[in-house]
């Protein structure tokens, strides 16, 4: 069983920057591929980023097209924690954010829900016109 806590959300305004944190529990955490996925009222929940694991991708990171050169995935897994360091916000990027760990393998391309194996409950980000 893995456990993701993730942090950092909040009220920002808009062209501002937050950086959201995310805690695993287990002990190899750097062979999981973790992702950020956010989810809007009324929407589905959609894919933001992710990072492989380093142990045979370096650490490769994808972007769902719209996020690209406003966010940033980085680990570290010394710490067991992934972020998600996002600039330039707008009210648009308004959404509750949830990061999630695939810990099983696969060849997947980690930008579906069901490529993940655990989520964790998510963190609100507001922005404010």
């Known amino acids: 069983q893995v456990q993701l806590v993730e942090s950092g959300g909040g009220l920002v305004q808009a062209g501002g920057s937050l950086r959201l944190s995310c805690a695993a529990s287990?002990?190899?955490?750097?062979?999981?591929?973790m992702g950020w996925f956010r989810q809007a009222p009324g929407k589905e929940r959609e894919f933001v980023a992710t990072?492989?694991?380093?142990?045979?991708?370096?650490?490769?990171?994808t972007y769902a097209d719209s996020k690209k050169g406003r966010f940033t995935i980085s680990r570290d897994n010394a710490k067991s924690t992934v972020y998600l360091q996002m600039n330039s916000l707008e009210p648009e990027d308004s959404a509750v954010y949830y990061c999630a760990a695939a810990v099983y393998g696969g060849s997947y391309s980690y930008t579906e829900r069901h490529h993940y194996d655990y989520w964790g409950q998510g963190t609100q980000v507001t922005g404010s016109s």
């Open positions: 990072i492989r694991s380093g142990s045979w991708s370096s650490g490769r990171t």
């Open positions: 287990g002990r190899t955490f750097s062979s999981y591929v």
